[in-house]
């Protein structure tokens, strides 16, 4: 993913679905697309995935065969589903944050109108 929106969002009574809910309609309301990716900080993270990041590492001969990967500057490549996106962790994207757009060759204009 190229081009998306930051989305701040520091409500500790909301879980991470919600947040990524809440930015995805913001998202669709602002750009009348629908985001499919978005990039949370490792610390945003559900707890039981986090044990499984730290065994996951950057593989450079596979990022030469992934163009997308160069562009992704995610560190622990730790990716689940929530709410129909993809999400991954990047320590680049600040805690409280999220990067929500569109990745893909549909999406190379980050979604915008």
């Given at each position: 993913?190229?081009?998306?929106?930051?989305?701040?969002?520091?409500?500790?009574?909301?879980d991470?679905?919600?947040?990524?809910?809440?930015?995805?309609?913001?998202?669709?309301?602002?750009?009348?697309?629908?985001?499919?990716?978005?990039?949370?900080?490792?610390?945003?993270?559900?707890s039981?995935?986090?044990?499984?990041e730290?065994?996951?590492?950057?593989?450079?001969?596979?990022?030469?065969?992934?163009?997308?990967?160069?562009?992704?500057?995610?560190?622990?490549?730790?990716?689940?589903?929530?709410?129909?996106l993809?999400?991954?962790?990047?320590?680049?994207?600040?805690?409280?944050?999220?990067?929500?757009?569109?990745?893909?060759?549909?999406?190379?204009?980050?979604?915008?109108?």
């Amino acid at each position: 993913m190229n081009i998306g929106m930051l989305w701040f969002d520091n409500d500790r009574s909301a879980d991470l679905p919600k947040k990524i809910e809440r930015a995805s309609k913001y998202y669709y309301q602002k750009y009348g697309k629908h985001p499919n990716f978005c990039y949370i900080h490792p610390s945003l993270a559900p707890s039981d995935l986090k044990p499984a990041e730290k065994s996951i590492k950057k593989d450079p001969e596979n990022e030469l065969q992934n163009p997308e990967a160069e562009n992704d500057a995610d560190d622990g490549r730790l990716a689940f589903q929530s709410g129909g996106l993809e999400v991954r962790t990047s320590q680049t994207v600040l805690p409280n944050h999220l990067w929500i757009g569109i990745n893909g060759h549909n999406g190379a204009n980050g979604g915008h109108a």
